[in-house]
């Protein structure tokens, strides 16, 4: 029978004899799966594992700051790379969803690349892939799979020539969260919902700037921050803000605004391939709807999402 603990205890066994002395890379997220294969290597090989944590610009407000900080708490050996702005100077004037989503790849990867060099004899490179990972051949989720689907694109990366080792990939998400748990992580990393490689840059349609980025951030915080007060986190699968590329018509006292729209988004699902709108209830969205439209410039009106999936994907990019 499967526990957790037996998990752990075979799985650092497996990689002290696998890696011996070897020196190990590993992009972390912020997300489930990376945290827990970190903390997994972490016991297993301490110092040798290398954490590269990148400031993609694109993360939820404070949460660069707020992880990055946790995950010093846990001992990881870990390097924070502040790469904001070489992330939005790539995605000026691009509009296409699936173009932004290569532009951060190449990003990605030419920062995790540089990075990886600076580890002197680095020979592997460690993933949180998970068996849904692997079992879904045409991903084009995670950062796994972003370096994936960049494998046919010119010469390979350095960092790519590393031997890989995937500790999750028999794994079930709630089966890495049971693992995590057991390795002490906290709900603030374990109970996270889940947030695209991307980040913000597919929430805000059409052309990323710094200036939709700080606008969102704000509104997604107060979004985010409600449901937790409102006990809610817990109960949705995944929730975010959403910056809309339409302007349309407000009064502020004697004036009229002509400003943004934001679109709220909460829905319920096991693993994201379908997924259900959440019926949030009036009280809480009529208070983040007003707290958003008083406290975020130029942000003069909230609307919420009612599609279900399909056909209405999660993101709306
Ligand atoms: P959709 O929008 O396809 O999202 O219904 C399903 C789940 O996948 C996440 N998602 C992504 N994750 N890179 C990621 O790492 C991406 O490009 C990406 N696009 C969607 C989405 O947040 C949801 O959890």
């Known amino acids: 029978e499967w526990t957790p603990n037996a998990f752990v205890e075979t799985t650092i066994a497996e990689l002290q004899a696998k890696l011996g002395d070897d020196k ?3 992009a972390l997220s912020g997300g ?7 903390i ?61 989503r290569k532009a951060i790849g190449r990003v990605f990867i030419e920062v995790f690349d540089d ?18 990972d692997v079992i879904e051949s045409v991903s084009v989720k995670g950062p796994s799979a972003t370096i994936k689907s960049h494998h046919n694109v010119g010469g390979l990366p350095d960092f790519m020539k590393l031997k890989v080792v995937e500790p999750l990939n028999t794994l079930f998400k709630d089966e890495v969260r049971r693992v995590g748990r057991s390795l002490g992580l906290e709900d603030f990393i374990i109970g996270r919902h889940p947030f695209p490689g991307p980040g913000l840059a597919i929430r805000i349609l059409g052309e990323v700037t710094a200036e939709k980025v700080a ?31 339409v302007q349309s018509v407000g009064v ?17 699902s096991v693993d994201g391939m379908t997924a259900d709108w959440c019926h949030l209830p009036y009280n809480v969205l009529a208070k983040i709807s007003n707290e958003i439209i008083n406290k975020v ?21």
Not at 32 to 38: E, I, Y
Not at 51 to 78: P, S, T
Not at 220 to 225: E, F, K, V
């Open 115 to 132: 990075e990886a060099h600076e580890v002197q004899d680095v020979k592997w490179l460690a993933q949180g892939t998970i068996y849904p």
């Open 252 to 268: 502020m006292g004697d004036e009229r605004t002509y400003e943004n729209v934001i679109c709220l988004r909460a829905v319920e």
């Open 215 to 245: 606008i969102l951030q704000e509104a997604d915080a107060i979004y985010i921050d409600n449901l937790k007060e409102a006990g809610l986190y817990d109960k949705v699968w995944q929730a975010g803000a959403i910056f809309l590329p």
């Open 297 to 317: 410039k130029g942000i003069n009106r909230v609307v919420y999402d009612i599609s279900s999936k399909p056909p209405a994907t999660i993101e709306w990019e």
């Open 40 to 100: 997994l290597l972490h016991k297993a090989i301490g110092k040798n594992l290398h954490c590269i944590f990148v400031d993609n610009g694109l993360l939820r407000k404070g949460e660069y700051e707020a992880v990055l900080e946790q995950y010093k708490h846990l001992g990881l050996n870990i390097k924070g790379v502040d790469a904001k702005e070489r992330f939005l100077s790539q995605l000026a004037k691009v509009k296409d969803p699936e173009l932004k």
């Open 32 to 38: 489930v799966d990376s945290s827990v294969a970190a």
């Open 24 to 26: 190990v890379v590993l």
